[in-house]
């Protein structure tokens, strides 16, 4: 069975630090997402790495596909209230091309 | 807005009624599914439809009942649930494509989710 694995699972921090969060498997994705949830709210996806080694950036957030696709980070710079929510990684199983959620980490950033 | 909607967003029930959630996408897309999300796990892919054909059941219990009269609707039908089904349901669409015979599955849209106590 394939496994996401995210670290860490709670995240505290105050507004204007910097903070990463990390997506790891001990198996090969196709592609890997990264979605955000607000309460109330279903998943919105954010970004989606294809490429060994990718490095996307979306304003304050910067996310990186391991070189081997089996692990991913999401790194932000500079929190802001906003930044507030779960965040989820999903693999695209390679060969079944049906996507794996990982365990969630949630962020709170505080004024 | 992600063009998938729910209906009801909250609901109560006891464990001998029966009820449905609603799952309507805007987006044309061919495929739809039915997540469960509950505290402390991870999202669980319980059905998919592709072209109103259901392609998978991950070994979802008979109490859930999945419909899919079209590609714009999805229904979920719920009797005699447990309260450990008490969790976060969500939708989501998608468009579904051949590459190289392969099904390939474009982004996932998701609704804003049906929160279900039972009692």
């Known amino acids: 069975t394939q496994l996401l694995e995210q670290s860490p699972q709670f995240l505290s921090i105050q507004e204007g630090e910097n903070l990463t969060v990390y997506c790891n498997s001990s198996?090969?994705?196709?592609?890997l997402q990264w979605y955000r949830q607000e309460p109330g709210e279903g998943p919105v996806l954010l970004v989606t790495?294809?490429?060994?080694?990718e490095v996307k950036k979306l304003k304050r957030l910067t996310f990186q596909f391991g070189d081997a696709r089996k692990d991913s980070s999401l790194h932000i710079t500079a929190a802001q209230t906003g930044d507030t929510g779960l965040y989820l990684c999903?693999?695209?199983?390679?060969?079944?091309?049906?996507?794996?959620f990982g365990t969630g980490t949630r962020l709170k950033v505080l004024a | 807005e992600t063009g998938v909607t729910q209906t009801p967003r909250h609901l109560v029930m006891g464990m001998t009624n029966k009820k449905s959630l609603k799952c309507e996408q805007h987006?044309?897309?061919?495929?739809m599914y039915w997540y469960k999300q509950s505290a402390k796990k991870p999202l669980e892919l319980m059905f998919v439809?592709?072209?109103?054909?259901?392609?998978e059941n991950n070994s979802v219990p008979s109490r859930f009942s999945p419909e899919c009269p079209n590609s714009s609707h999805l229904f979920l039908h719920l009797h005699t649930l447990q309260p450990e089904d008490s969790a976060l349901y969500l939708c989501?669409?998608?468009?579904?494509?051949?590459?190289?015979?392969?099904?390939?599955?474009?982004?996932?849209?998701f609704g804003p989710g049906t929160r279900l106590t039972v009692l």
């Open positions: 989501a669409s998608s468009q579904e494509r051949l590459v190289a015979s392969d099904l390939r599955t474009d982004t996932q849209y």
């Open positions: 198996s090969v994705f196709s592609s």
């Open positions: 790495v294809v490429t060994g080694g």
């Open positions: 999903a693999g695209e199983s390679l060969g079944t091309y049906k996507y794996i």
């Open positions: 987006l044309g897309h061919n495929a």
């Open positions: 439809y592709n072209f109103k054909e259901q392609t």
